[in-house]
């Protein structure tokens, strides 16, 4: 099953906030956020790890809920190069399996 | 940087046809997947495989195949290409073998399949 996203879109203004949310229907091990612009390949932003651990961009982030497998990627003071399609990845415990989201479109405008 | 490349970027084919989609990595990695991407569904998990000659099926397996004999080179197979097989197909590799779950993917450029 693949994680619920939401929204499925957002229109924002350069500066203002945004906060998408991917969340599973089962334990997870890992959750990947990227962002894909159109016409090109997804890009890493960042990885959660059940325990706590982190890895990502110094401006990006997120937190993970390993208690209602739910993730949270957070974009502040927003730029226009922030406009993409966001997508979470899900790794089930002991599944070795990546499951992505539908994803979130995100504008943000001038 | 990491290095994900994808034989086409556009194909076509027609219905019935065998159709190779190759993809290689200069990185070393021991994850390697394919993806497909349809407006609305995100990315589906075809296959992947951590290990030379080793895959699992993914989510969508359903009429395609893989292949990997070297490290660095995985292969997507459909054998019977069908009209419902168009989509945009991409790969992708990372570390970490079965613990790949704490490495990030580097995605290739993708390559966009219509079978007519």
């Known amino acids: 099953q693949q994680p619920v996203q939401s929204p499925q879109a957002v229109i924002l203004r350069e500066g203002e906030d945004a906060v998408i949310n991917c969340s599973s229907s089962?334990?997870?091990?890992?959750v990947h956020w990227y962002r894909q612009k159109h016409g090109e390949a997804p890009v890493f932003l960042m990885i959660l790890l059940k325990g706590g651990e982190q890895k990502g961009h110094d401006k990006i982030s997120a937190s993970f809920n390993e208690k209602k497998q739910q993730s949270s990627l957070y974009l502040t003071a927003s730029q226009l190069s922030y406009s993409g399609t966001y997508f979470c990845?899900?790794?089930?415990?002991?599944?070795?399996?990546?499951?992505f989201g539908t994803g979130t479109r995100l504008k943000v405008l001038a | 940087d990491v290095k994900v490349t994808q034989s086409s970027r556009y194909l076509v084919k027609r219905t019935g046809e065998k159709v190779f989609l190759e993809c290689v990595q200069d990185?070393?990695?021991?994850?390697m997947f394919w993806y497909r991407q349809d407006p609305g569904l995100g990315l589906r998990l075809i296959y992947f495989?951590?290990?030379?000659?080793?895959?699992e099926k993914g989510d969508i397996p359903e009429g395609y195949s893989v292949s990997r004999e070297k490290k660095e080179r995985f292969s997507l197979i459909l054998e019977s290409a069908s009209t419902n097989q168009t989509s945009m197909y991409l790969c992708?590799?990372?570390?970490?073998?079965?613990?790949?779950?704490?490495?990030?993917?580097?995605f290739g450029p993708g390559t966009r399949l219509t079978v007519t």
């Open positions: 990185m070393d990695h021991e994850n």
């Open positions: 990845g899900t790794e089930g415990t002991g599944t070795y399996k990546y499951i």
């Open positions: 495989s951590y290990d030379v000659k080793m895959k």
């Open positions: 992708a590799s990372s570390l970490g073998g079965l613990a790949g779950g704490s490495y990030e993917q580097y």
């Open positions: 089962k334990a997870l091990y890992s």
